[in-house]
Structures are given as C-alpha cells and as structure tokens.
C-alpha cells in the first residue's frame, strides 16, 4: 500500500469518526449540544483537523443525514420486502419509516429539519437522498391509483408520514390512536 492510500484511508477512517460521533452526541443531548469544539474534544483531534474534513457544523449534519438517507433507504426496502400483498407493503412501509424516525430523532431531524446544505428534489440531489425517496416509490408507486403521477403520489403519502412522525414526537397526537391513523392513511390514500 502506498503512503497516499495509507494517508486518504486514514482521512476516511476520522471523517466516519467525525460524523458518528455528531450523531451520537446528537442522539444523547440534540445538535444543540454538537460544536466543532465538542467533537474535537470528544474524537481527540484539533478543531483544524475537523475542519480539514467539514467547514462546519452544517456539512456534519448533511453528511449524518446522507448516512441516515442511506439507512433509511435500506430499512424501507427490507420492510416492504417482508410483506406479502399491495396493502401489507405499504402498511409495512409506513411503519419502517415512523420507527425509524422514533429510533432515530437526531438523525431524522438532520434530514428533514436541519440545515445540511444538501438539495432536495433537485438535479444536484445527493444519491443517498434520491436513493431514500425512490425507496418509498417502489412502494407507494404501485398505489397510486389510476392517472395520478406516481412520484407525486409519493410526495403526498410521504408529506403524510413525516406530519405524523413530526407531531407525534412533539406530543401533539395522543399515542393511543397511532395505529388507527396509520391504518387510515393505508385504506383512504392508496389504491389497493
């Protein structure tokens, strides 16, 4: 292995160190708590070097959620893979997507709340972000029903689980009815 292999490993290795350790400080105390100060501290590296990786704090929280883009991505699929039957998958993938922003508040909010910096619904989308959103279409797409533009269809269902996702965490919807509006969104927007 040559020195510039060894070297841009190396870089690799404390670029995953940097944004794992974000998010796990996100995780414990919110992005409040994550400063370039505190995650220097934290992967025992000077603030240069971190900034040698990331201009600051908002390409850290674009390169979380482009982590959790990719998970999301992947959680989704193995979810509506599982199921048997239109119905089962969408149900499926509604409830992937509400636990994984359950399971992962920080990681949720640097994709769909914060500032990362990255484009959505745009040509110069990260792949990781269009990745996520063709994930739900594979799904939702064959639900559409007849002469409604899939993706469309997708935004609309997808608009709907992040507003429960959202007012759920913040304690605006009574947890005893999350299942009967997860199931009304099933039945009363898909075709199945």
Known sequence: MSVQERKERE??????????????????QGWDAVTTRRLAERIEYSQPVL?????????????VAL????????AL??????????????AALAHAYLEFAERNPAVYDALFQLDG??????????EPLKDAFAALLETLGEVAGEGVHPAL?????WSALHGLATLTRAGRLLPEGAEQRLDLLV???AVL
């Open 67 to 74: 982590e959790g883009a990719t998970e999301m991505a992947a």
């Open 117 to 126: 910096g990255l484009a959505f619904a745009q040509e110069d989308t990260p």
């Open 77 to 90: 699929r193995a979810a509506a893979s599982e199921a048997d039957g239109r119905r089962a998958r969408v």
């Open 51 to 63: 900034y040698s990786h990331f201009r600051g704090k908002r390409e850290i929280i674009g390169a």
């Open 153 to 157: 269809f997708t935004e609309l269902f």
């Open 187 to 189: 039945e009363r927007l």
């Open 11 to 28: 870089r690799a290795s404390r670029e995953r160190l940097i944004v794992a350790t974000a998010r796990e400080l996100a995780e414990q």
